[in-house]
């Protein structure tokens, strides 16, 4: 895990190649964070993954979480390890309510395959270049995106009328 | 006409005498008044269904380990109702316990279970999960299993204790002996639903076993 100066290194050297990319860096509860350009997220991804003495080569994780009513509103979570010296970092890209898209990462890691389909599948999120971005864990005629907040609950209204009636 | 009950003893001494050919006159007239129950077919033929109920080996969620899992071990041991032979095919199964939420995407699973199944059949909703939507008040769980298929009882828990799975057996067993079929099931385009075994769901039947089986659907739907 990088620590704070750290992490500002590792963005220096990120700005040094790839200029711009990296929004800003956050450091909470020992947590590095990149905040990168969503245009610019493979270029990141690349560097992080192939620079020598960084070798981010596993991605352990990838998900999307919904910050509803912040704009830009979804942000795409990218957990990636390097295994020789057990550092995690988070790189994350936040994209705007209105057309939710990036750029696919199955071709850096192949196990983002599965995991942007789950995050398409929930949020909507369309990661370009994907090679079958289908649902795959709702049924194929689903309609919706139900981990956006603004998606109702769903379920049926119950009645308690014992209660209601005693307690009104 | 009213017969004075014996004690065991005496009538298995009585038994052992027929077999030995001893018994005669009003002794064997006695014998035979003790043994015999008249009945007509169909409650003789509802007995034998509800005592020999084989259930499908078919789980959804946490509710099967209570259902088809610990119902069948030493300590509750359904074999003594005659339903230990759980089967691994709904073509062989007359039951099938909805043990768990029915998601979306499942739900159509469980009804095409269901109409393999052949008749008669029944279903039982285990759990608060399958007969209402339980906890899972969401976008992914079907609300009630009842919204798609014909359940024939309802166990309420979250899960229900094995006791109250086998006290729902009981009750299922009395209605099958009772009332075999109210023909409620109509109202889910459940009769005569059947797959046919061979080939597939657009397999015909050959004439001969199309006629069987209506004559057979009629007499349980009468």
Redesign the interface.
């Known amino acids: 895990m990088p620590d704070g100066p750290g992490l500002e290194l590792l963005r220096g050297e990120i700005d040094g190649d790839a200029p711009g990319a990296v929004l800003a860096t956050s450091f909470e509860k020992e947590r590095a964070v990149l905040i990168v350009d969503p245009e610019r997220i493979l270029d990141v991804l690349t560097w992080l993954r192939d620079t020598p003495g960084r070798r981010y080569g596993f991605l352990s994780s990838l998900h999307v979480a919904d910050y509803l009513p912040a704009e830009p509103r979804f942000g795409v979570h990218y957990e990636l390890l390097n295994r020789d010296r057990r550092e995690r970092l988070r790189v994350k890209a936040m994209l705007p309510a209105s057309s939710p898209q990036i750029d696919s990462c199955v071709g850096l890691f192949p196990t983002a395959n599965f995991q942007e389909r789950e995050a398409f599948d929930f949020f909507g999120v369309v990661f370009h270049g994907h090679p079958e971005l289908t649902r795959i864990?709702?049924?194929e005629d689903?309609v919706?995106y139900?981990q956006r907040r603004d998606?109702?609950?769903?379920?049926?209204p119950?009645t308690f009328t014992y209660s209601e009636a005693r307690y009104g | 006409m009213e017969v004075e009950r014996r004690s065991f003893e005496a009538r298995q001494a009585s038994a052992r005498d027929m077999l030995r050919g001893d018994l005669e006159g009003e002794d064997l007239e006695r014998y035979v008044e003790e043994r015999v129950v008249t009945t007509t077919f169909e409650k003789m033929l509802n007995l034998a269904r509800a005592n020999s109920i084989f259930p499908l080996t078919f789980g959804l969620a946490c509710c099967a380990i209570e259902a088809p899992i610990s119902i069948v071990t030493a300590r509750y041991d359904l074999a003594r109702f005659g339903a230990e032979a759980l089967r691994a095919s709904p073509r062989q199964a007359d039951l099938i316990i909805l043990s768990g939420r029915v998601s979306i995407k499942m739900a159509p699973v469980v009804r095409r279970l269901y109409d393999q199944m052949l008749e008669p059949k029944w279903a039982i909703s285990m759990g608060a999960c399958s007969s209402s939507g339980g906890m899972f008040a969401n976008y992914a769980v079907v609300q009630g299993a009842d919204k798609f298929m014909p359940i024939d009882l309802h166990i309420p828990g979250c899960p229900p204790r094995p006791e109250a799975v086998m006290y729902g057996f009981n009750k299922l067993q009395r209605k099958i002996m009772g009332e075999p079929d109210q023909g409620w099931r109509q109202r889910y385009n459940a009769a005569g639903t059947e797959e046919w075994a061979r080939g597939g769901p657009a397999s015909q039947p050959s004439p001969e076993a199309a006629e069987a089986y209506e004559i057979a659907r009629e007499l349980t739907l009468a």
């Open positions: 864990l709702l049924p689903y919706g139900p998606f109702p609950v769903g379920g049926e119950v």
